[in-house]
């Protein structure tokens, strides 16, 4: 079975340009996550789906961040314009319904300059 | 929100050693507490996870154990091997509507050969 797919792995971007990473969950799985991690700290919640619903997203930055899933499977975070602040690794993750436990994709690490 | 601190930082061990990681929560609602593993440059992968119904859960060298009243709970590694060297990291979550985790800020393991 496939595991979570995240693309690209590593984004360079110049600040104040858009960014967008994209997520493809693992297959029949309903909830997604996407998390951010900075260096050297734990995953923190960025938005949780359940299908296309964004249920979380208390902890979306919403002036520069959003996302979407618009058909309940793959799903996408956007930033635009990006931020010094912003450079990170990018983690999806989905599982089967809310209470199922979380499999990580690789993550997409980014670098704004 | 939920809080959980986890100590040490930083753990080097000789091979063939024991490894013991501590996190505490805030949240006495929390009652799932799974452990990641996340290797340079990985993705976090589960290695074992704990319900506050349980007060100890092993699987072959890797032992977790909770205290509810307290609120902490540990993650035992016995007879480390270099391949256990990798950041860990705790989390706790309500298992009730949704399961949004809350990491630690990771525990990188050393084992020395």
């Known amino acids: 079975e496939a595991g979570v797919v995240q693309s690209p792995r590593y984004k360079i971007i110049e600040k104040k340009q858009p960014v967008a990473f994209w997520c493809n969950p693992i297959?029949?799985?309903?909830?997604l996550y996407w998390y951010l991690q900075n260096l050297g700290q734990g995953p923190e919640l960025l938005i949780r789906?359940?299908?296309?619903?964004?249920?979380?997203d208390s902890q979306l930055p919403k002036d520069r961040f959003s996302a979407e899933r618009l058909k309940g499977v793959d799903s996408t975070l956007k930033i635009q314009p990006a931020e010094l602040g912003d450079s990170a690794v990018y983690l999806c993750a989905s599982s089967l319904g809310p209470l199922g436990t979380q499999y990580f994709g690789p993550g997409t690490r980014l670098l704004v300059l | 929100g939920e809080n959980v601190e986890q100590h040490p930082s930083t753990l080097s061990v000789q091979e063939g050693d024991s490894a013991v990681i501590k996190c505490t929560y805030s949240?006495?609602?929390?009652?799932?507490f799974p452990w990641y593993k996340q290797e340079l440059g990985k993705r976090p992968q589960l290695i074992i996870d704990i319900r506050s119904n349980v007060g100890e859960k092993k699987d072959q060298r890797i032992a977790v154990t909770l205290n509810k009243t307290a609120k902490h709970f540990s993650l035992h590694i016995t007879e480390t091997q270099p391949e256990d060297s990798a950041v860990y990291f705790c989390?706790?979550?309500?298992?009730?509507?949704?399961?949004?985790?809350?990491f630690g800020t990771g525990t990188r393991l050393t084992v020395i050969p």
């Open positions: 989390a706790a979550s309500r298992e009730t509507g949704a399961n949004n985790l809350f």
């Open positions: 949240d006495s609602a929390s009652n799932y």
């Open positions: 789906y359940e299908n296309e619903e964004a249920v979380d």
């Open positions: 297959s029949g799985h309903n909830t």
